[in-house]
């Protein structure tokens, strides 16, 4: 069966420091990968999404960026952290073969920046 | 482009009650559609889909939503609610044309009262 596994799971980081969220998807190949982020009173606002190696889709610009070095790996990273940065971050893949919009969410890793 | 309205931030329905929570969607053609409920600080699970055929479709937990085209809208019901569904619930669209993108609405808030 397959599995979605994200990283850290709580980070409390400081105003221009570096960030690097980690998924990762087992059990599936060639799924289509994204990032949503979570703000309270926002509802889920797609980030990125990824439809294969290398190939990235950003939707809102930002101080975020993100790659996909792998298959089934999915990294959301940032230079330099924003106040506005807070959130909850959520990972998530459907199939790519037969799209049907269906996704499998991860935990969440939930960024406080300071 | 496609976008999701829930109007409805939070609601509150005593337990044992019916409930129905709103989502109305903007898209060219039929898309695909979808509701998820998310526990806190949780991932989201995906509670019922609509892709085509049947206008009521039936879900997990004793979910239902019903798809009305003329009314560009896709209601969750649910005739009698228990404690435990108390949790947050996001209505989602798909580009069934193949652009693997998922819009979500920015989520109804649901608490249950003894």
């Known amino acids: 069966s397959q599995t979605i596994h994200q990283w850290p799971a709580t980070l409390v980081q400081p105003v221009g420091s570096p960030l690097s969220l980690e998924c990762t998807v087992e059990?599936?190949?060639?799924?289509?990968l994204y990032w949503y982020r979570q703000a309270a009173g926002r509802g889920l606002q797609l980030l990125f999404y990824?439809?294969?190696?290398?190939?990235i889709s950003s939707e809102v610009p930002q101080n975020l960026s993100a790659s996909r070095p792998q298959d089934r790996q999915f990294i959301l990273s940032s230079k330099k952290l924003l106040l506005s940065d807070s959130g909850f971050y959520l990972c998530?893949?459907?199939?790519?073969?037969?799209?049907?919009?269906?996704?499998?969410f991860g935990e969440g890793s939930r960024l406080t920046v300071l | 482009a496609q976008s999701v309205t829930q109007p409805d931030i939070h609601i509150t329905v005593s337990e044992g009650a019916s409930l129905e929570l709103r989502c109305n969607y903007s898209y060219g053609a039929t898309p695909y559609l979808f509701w998820y409920v998310q526990s806190p600080g949780q991932g989201l699970q995906l509670l019922l889909k609509y892709f085509s055929g049947d206008t009521l479709v039936q879900g997990i937990k004793g979910f239902e939503a019903e798809f009305k085209r003329s009314q560009s809208s896709f209601n969750l019901r649910k005739p009698s609610v228990h404690w435990s569904d108390a949790a947050e619930y996001f209505c989602?669209?798909?580009?069934?044309?193949?652009?693997?993108?998922?819009?979500f609405g920015t989520g109804t808030k649901l608490q249950v009262i003894p």
């Open positions: 990824s439809v294969g190696i290398g190939q």
């Open positions: 059990g599936t190949s060639n799924p289509n």
């Open positions: 998530a893949w459907s199939g790519l073969a037969d799209f049907t919009g269906e996704l499998f």
């Open positions: 989602a669209v798909g580009d069934p044309g193949g652009y693997q993108k998922v819009t």
